[in-house]
């Protein structure tokens, strides 16, 4: 079956600017407020340097916009800094705000040269204001940076800033400082990781 490319040209607001929404995929379905895709699918946003990977998509119209991508498949988003993947997608393309289950986050963090890497069952993102948080219910999430391995119920992570907040039962452990905690609450400041924590019990190797 040939590829079925479609170009859509988005007014995300009449006064700032114009986005354009590139996809191909083996088969499409149109309508006026909703458009099905299946196959495999390839979503380019150029100005957002955001890539989607699926198999089984839809992009809605809502206040006469298309700016809302739902995918109940696995997904995998790739935009400036990382990689995002995971299923139940809900985007919306003019705020750059997304929702996902069961994901993984893999990003380059601003102010170290380490990789970021995150797995959660719920994870909120905000690719403009470069913001990503998630919980876990049944299990913790996983995160590690380096050194550093930690597990927890919730997180949020601002990658201009340069922190990642845990709470919830933080089981941390940094082979570096040779120590293990746990923890109500730990921030991690990434450029060095120090951190701070409340409510802490630590452990210290010493050697």
Not at 2 to 14: C, E, T
Not at 39 to 50: A, V, Y
Not at 63 to 90: D, H, P, Q, R, Y
Not at 158 to 180: H, M, S
Request: net charge positive.
């Amino acid at each position: 079956m040939k590829k079925i490319a479609i170009f859509f040209f988005l007014i995300v607001s009449l006064i700032f600017f114009t986005k354009t929404i590139h996809v191909s995929s083996d088969y499409i379905e149109p309508t006026d407020n909703l458009i099905k895709y299946k196959g495999s699918i390839l979503l380019r946003i150029d100005e957002d340097n955001l890539k989607l990977l699926t198999q089984k998509m839809a992009i809605k119209k809502i206040n006469n916009k298309w700016s809302t991508l739902v995918a109940e498949n696995n997904v995998k988003i790739e935009f400036e800094n990382g990689i995002i993947e995971g299923t139940n997608l809900n985007y919306n393309v003019e705020t750059q705000v997304g929702t996902l289950k069961d994901a993984s986050l893999t990003i380059h963090d601003s102010k170290s040269t380490e990789t970021i890497s995150i797995k959660c069952e719920n994870l909120e993102f905000n690719l403009k204001e470069k913001d990503f948080r998630g919980t876990g219910k049944n299990d913790k999430i996983f995160i590690s940076k380096g050194s550093i391995v930690a597990k927890a119920f919730k997180f949020y992570y601002n990658r201009t800033k340069g922190e990642i907040t845990l709470e919830e039962n933080v089981d941390l452990k940094d082979n570096k400082k040779k120590i293990k905690l746990l923890a109500k609450k730990v921030v991690i400041f990434t450029e060095t990781n120090n951190m701070k924590g409340e409510d802490v019990k630590i452990e210290i190797l010493v050697e």
